[in-house]
């Protein structure tokens, strides 16, 4: 794997950095499709919302949304009925100091991978939900787009005038 950025600028030191954090857990994604669904069909499905508040307010108000508040790898977990559905086995958890992760296996809505997350964007936060689906299903699970757009903004953005 060859990763490339090229800038005369200064400041995309940090960018570039951010770059490479993010690739291990894609590469996570990469070995249980490998592993548990190679050759089926995929659809991809990406949302993000900021959040005015550090990564750690932003990671607690996401996994206590997702029922995935202090989740270990093997355990099954599925979100409740107030947020999109998904329901599988923790794959993967992963913490530092710039980025939060949890990667499920999914059975449902159909199969495929979820990997939600934050991370620390200047004062904010981001939190991104990053799913594949797989299989005959994985185009209809690509409805989730808007979904996810909305449940995420509607979690993590302060509505004017509302406390």
């Known amino acids: 794997m060859v990763h490339s950025l090229f800038t005369e600028r200064d400041d995309w030191d940090d960018e570039s950095e951010s770059f490479e954090t993010g690739w291990p857990g894609f590469f996570e994604v990469l070995r249980v499709y490998l592993k ?15 959040h005015p508040g550090g990564e750690p307010q932003a990671w607690a108000k996401l996994t206590t949304a997702l029922n995935l508040a202090g989740a270990n790898v093997g355990e099954r977990r599925e979100t409740p009925s107030s ?46 939900a990053s799913i594949f689906f797989y299989g005959d299903a994985a185009d209809a699970a690509a409805a989730e787009q808007e979904n996810w757009t909305r449940w995420l903004a509607g979690l993590l953005q302060p509505v004017p005038g509302r406390v």
């Open 83 to 128: 947020a999109p559905r998904l329901a599988g086995v923790v794959e993967r958890v992963h913490q530092n100091g710039q980025v939060r992760e949890l990667m499920l296996r999914l059975d449902e809505p159909t199969q495929g991978v979820a990997v939600v997350g934050v991370f620390s964007m200047g004062d904010d936060a981001r939190a991104v």
């Open 36 to 50: 548990h669904f190679a050759g089926k069909p995929a659809t991809a499905v990406r949302a993000m919302a900021s």
